[in-house]
């Protein structure tokens, strides 16, 4: 494990800026879904299955990222991700079909899913070593990134085209890849001291039958609560735009208030977590998500549905990082593997099944399927506090 306190803070930092780097790269991308949409001429039907080449790389590549991180560190698979990441937010503006959206996203769904797996699996670790509830910090990171680059996507949206928009996240991606990576790569790994031993052949010995059945109902979760991150990432802006009349800027600001809320229930995630536990503050923040998801899809104006945007986001700020940071803890990188396959999946099908439940009722009816899963993240986490140990 890195020798001194300073390694440690060294380490955190830079993870810190892969976390950000994700949600800058991602939220400028979801922000000029409405222009591909208008480019391709997909319906929400066909927007969704293109979509889910997104999903469909992401959930592939996660299953096999856990065995690269315990082969060559989850080090050098987070910078490697990275970089394909950068390079493949550039092609959705290229295509003019959904069937060519559909493929470029599979290869940005593939980086974006390795991305995730190795840099949570990194984080555990250190979580794990520094015994501090820091968890929550690495994903306000996401969030603020996300913010930024949903913002930024805003403010140029009536300015620059996607593909001219998208080229510039690819450049700036890669100097910030270039940076954070090689700090990264310096960086040795942290090893939790109370980390299960490795059998001869490098695999850790797997665990029990009820270690198991904790790490699925933390990645369910998991599932529940990123089910609503992507359904606002892919679906808020359009919701706003076309459902209740807003300008592209100002359909644009509705992910940053959602991102925004987010950031701030993170920084003072750790500080809620130490007061609270784990159970009582999944618990609070699934119910305020039901509650802002309600009025943010079935409000008839758009500064209440920002408003229920923003508080669903402060609701749903801890939930993902306290289910993989759980899971982790109880089954090593397997649990991180396991937790987040199970909440990136969520997060990346969901947006595909709300354009089918868009296509079938309405877009308002369909996102107020992210306060019904919210709300059985909070009866999961109920029902199973007392098992996993966590008050």
């Known amino acids: 494990?890195?020798?001194?306190?300073?390694?440690?803070?060294r380490l955190r930092v830079t993870l810190t800026a892969f976390f950000a780097l994700d949600g800058f790269v991602?939220?400028?991308?979801?922000?000029?879904?409405?222009?591909?949409?208008?480019?391709?001429?997909?319906?929400?039907?066909?927007?969704?299955?293109?979509?889910?080449?997104?999903?469909?790389?992401?959930?592939?590549?996660?299953?096999?990222?856990?065995?690269?991180?315990?082969?060559?560190?989850?080090?050098?698979?987070?910078?490697v991700c990275a970089v394909l990441l950068c390079l493949s937010v550039a092609l959705p503006p290229l295509t003019h079909s959904a069937l060519a959206l559909g493929a470029v996203?599979?290869?940005?769904?593939?980086?974006?899913?390795?991305?995730?797996?190795?840099?949570?699996?990194?984080?555990v670790d250190l979580v794990a070593v520094l015994r501090r509830p820091v968890m929550p910090s690495f994903?306000?990171?996401?969030?603020?990134?996300?913010?930024a680059g949903a913002g930024l996507g805003g403010l140029v949206a009536g300015s620059l085209s996607p593909a001219r928009h998208l080229?510039?996240?690819?450049?700036?991606?890669?100097?910030?890849?270039?940076?954070?990576?090689?700090?990264l790569l310096r960086c040795e790994p942290a090893a939790p001291p109370d980390r299960t031993p490795r059998?001869?052949?490098?695999?850790?010995?797997?665990?029990?039958?009820?270690?198991?059945?904790?790490?699925?109902?933390?990645?369910?979760?998991?599932?529940?609560?990123?089910?609503?991150?992507?359904?606002?990432?892919?679906?808020?802006?359009?919701?706003?735009?076309?459902?209740?009349?807003?300008?592209?800027?100002?359909?644009?600001?509705?992910?940053?208030?959602f991102a925004l809320a987010m950031t701030v229930g993170r920084l003072t995630g750790t500080t809620l977590l130490e007061r609270?536990?784990?159970?009582?503050?999944?618990?609070?923040?699934?119910?305020?998500?039901?509650?802002?998801?309600?009025?943010?899809?079935?409000?008839?104006?758009?500064w209440a549905a920002l408003f229920g945007f923003a508080v669903t986001g402060l609701g749903l700020a801890n939930l993902f990082p306290v289910a993989v940071e759980r899971a982790g803890a109880l089954g090593g990188p397997g649990g991180v593997a396991t937790a987040s396959t199970l909440g990136y999946g969520g997060m990346l099908l969901g947006p595909p099944a709300i354009g089918f439940l868009a296509e079938w009722f309405s877009l308002p009816a369909a996102?107020?399927?992210?306060?019904?899963?919210?709300?059985?993240?909070?009866?999961?986490?109920?029902?199973?506090?007392?098992?996993?140990?966590s008050r």
């Not at 059985?376 to 140990?389: D, E, F, I, P, S």
């Open 1 to 9: 494990m890195p020798g001194s306190r300073d390694d440690l803070t």
């Open 26 to 79: 991602f939220a400028g991308w979801v922000v000029r879904i409405p222009d591909i949409k208008e480019q391709t001429g997909a319906s929400a039907g066909t927007l969704g299955m293109a979509l889910l080449g997104v999903s469909a790389g992401a959930v592939v590549t996660m299953t096999l990222t856990g065995r690269l991180c315990r082969r060559y560190g989850s080090h050098p698979v987070t910078v």
């Open 105 to 123: 996203l599979l290869l940005f769904g593939s980086a974006y899913g390795g991305i995730n797996v190795a840099f949570n699996s990194a984080a």
């Open 139 to 147: 994903h306000a990171a996401f969030s603020l990134g996300g913010m």
């Open 167 to 183: 080229l510039a996240l690819t450049l700036t991606g890669l100097l910030v890849t270039l940076v954070a990576g090689r700090a």
């Open 199 to 257: 059998e001869p052949d490098g695999a850790a010995p797997g665990p029990d039958g009820r270690t198991r059945r904790l790490v699925l109902t933390f990645g369910l979760i998991a599932l529940c609560t990123a089910y609503g991150e992507g359904a606002m990432a892919d679906w808020g802006a359009l919701h706003l735009k076309e459902d209740l009349g807003a300008s592209p800027e100002l359909a644009a600001a509705g992910y940053s208030c």
């Open 276 to 302: 609270l536990g784990r159970t009582p503050t999944v618990v609070a923040g699934g119910t305020v998500a039901v509650a802002g998801m309600l009025l943010g899809s079935l409000a008839p104006s758009v």
């Open 367 to 389: 996102l107020t399927s992210v306060a019904v899963l919210a709300a059985v993240a909070v009866l999961v986490a109920l029902t199973t506090g007392r098992a996993a140990g």
